[in-house]
T-cell receptor, first 114, second 115 residues
Framework: GDSVTQMEGPVTLSEEAFLTINCTYT??????LFWYVQYPGEGLQLLLK?????DKGSNKGFEATYRKETTSFHLEKGSVQVSDSAVYFC?????????????FGGGTRVLVKP | DGGITQSPKYLFRKEGQNVTLSCEQN?????MYWYRQDPGQGLRLIYY???????QKGDIAEGYSVSREKKESFPLTVTSAQKNPTAFYLC??????????????FGEGSWLTVV
């Protein structure tokens, strides 16, 4: 079945540091890939997505490129801020999978210190 | 504003009681979902519905029930058969299934605590 694996956190950074969160996936078909962000006590918000190989999703300074050859969708930001402290979830959806629904990774907590 | 509304935000349940979490969306989405999130962990799918009057079990459906009588509404009942119901519950919706790259949108969540 489909699965998503993320690096475990917490990831602790200083403000203006470079952030990378690794995400790899296993899927039966050609999935779409997503990154969601969850701030404390809140629901999830879509951060970015990519629907086919070599697509780059970007939003709010975050980027991720769909790499089919390495089955990866790593999230990056060049200069983080304290307000980026949150939990980040990588997810995939697969047309060929039963139920046509999202599969999530375990989440990576990021803490940015001033 | 369009969105997904979950209520209540916080709910306390005594052991042996059934409770129902409400989820309403005004996005005209066909598909709706319920996820459970335990502290420090990822999301697990409880139930999902791709069309009115139809729903399927997710990965952890035992002890839960749902209905989808209206397109806008997808209430979740946590029954007394659910042994560890204390968790954060997230409702979500998408235009159709997510496999075609459709984005899934989430509500703000409901905290359920068993006392």
């Amino acid at each position: 079945g489909d699965s998503v694996t993320q690096m475990e956190g917490p990831v602790t950074l200083s403000e203006e540091a470079f952030l990378t969160i690794n995400c790899t996936y296993t899927a039966t078909g050609y999935p779409s890939l997503f990154w969601y962000v969850q701030y404390p006590g809140e629901g999830l918000q879509l951060l970015l997505k990519a629907t086919k190989a070599d697509d780059k999703g970007s939003n709010k300074g975050f980027e991720a490129t769909y790499r089919k050859e390495t089955t990866s969708f790593h999230l990056e930001k060049g200069s983080v801020q304290v307000s980026d402290s949150a939990v980040y979830f990588c997810a995939l959806s697969d047309l060929e999978a039963a139920g046509n629904k999202l599969t999530f990774g375990g989440g990576t907590r990021v803490l940015v210190k001033p | 504003d369009g969105g997904i509304t979950q209520s209540p935000k916080y709910l306390f349940r005594k052991e042996g009681q059934n409770v129902t979490l409400s989820c309403e969306q005004n996005l005209n989405h066909d598909a709706m979902y319920w996820y459970r999130q335990d502290p420090g962990q990822g999301l697990r799918l409880i139930y999902y519905s791709q069309i009115v009057n139809d729903f399927q079990k997710g990965d952890i459906a035992e002890g839960y029930s749902v209905s989808r009588e209206k397109k806008e509404s997808f209430p979740l009942t946590v029954t007394s058969a659910q042994k560890n119901p204390t968790a954060f519950y997230l409702c979500a919706s998408s235009p159709r299934g997510t496999g075609s790259g459709n984005t899934i949108y989430f509500g703000e969540g409901s905290w359920l605590t068993v006392v």
